[in-house]
Nanobody, 115 residues
Framework: QVQLVESGGGLVQPGGSLRLSCVAS????????MGWYRQAPGKQRDMVAT???????NYADSVKGRFTISRDNAKNTVSLRMNSLKPEDTAVYYC?????????WGQGTQVTVSS
């Protein structure tokens, strides 16, 4: 059973930065795509950023230029660096992985951007 464990969320002021990390219990070589999604209260879960095993990256328009996703296969980790945070970035952030056997999700980590 694959487990994804997120860390790094918290409370930050507008304009601040956070770094989220997701550690997988298995080698992430088995995942075609890994990424981050977020869900704000009362809203659907949306894609934030994804990265394929080949290094192709996709960002939501709302985070382009502010967020950076990276993948470290040796450490079974995918990270999300978030800069210039805005109140509208407040949400629960989920790590996700897609492999040949299905999709996997972490438990989520709360990010709150508020003064």
């Amino acid at each position: 059973q694959v487990q994804l464990v997120e860390s790094g969320g918290g409370l930050v002021q507008p304009g601040g930065s956070l770094r989220l990390s997701c550690v997988a219990s298995n080698s992430i070589f088995i995942f075609n795509t890994m990424g981050w999604y977020r869900q704000a209260p009362g809203k659907q879960r949306d894609m934030v950023a994804t990265i394929t095993s080949g290094g192709r990256i996709n960002y939501a328009d709302s985070v382009k230029g502010r967020f950076t996703i990276s993948r470290d296969n040796a450490k079974n980790t995918v990270s999300l660096r978030m800069n210039s945070l805005k109140p509208e970035d407040t949400a629960v952030y989920y790590c996700a992985a897609r492999g040949v056997n299905g999709d996997y999700w972490g438990q989520g980590t709360q990010v709150t951007v508020s003064s």
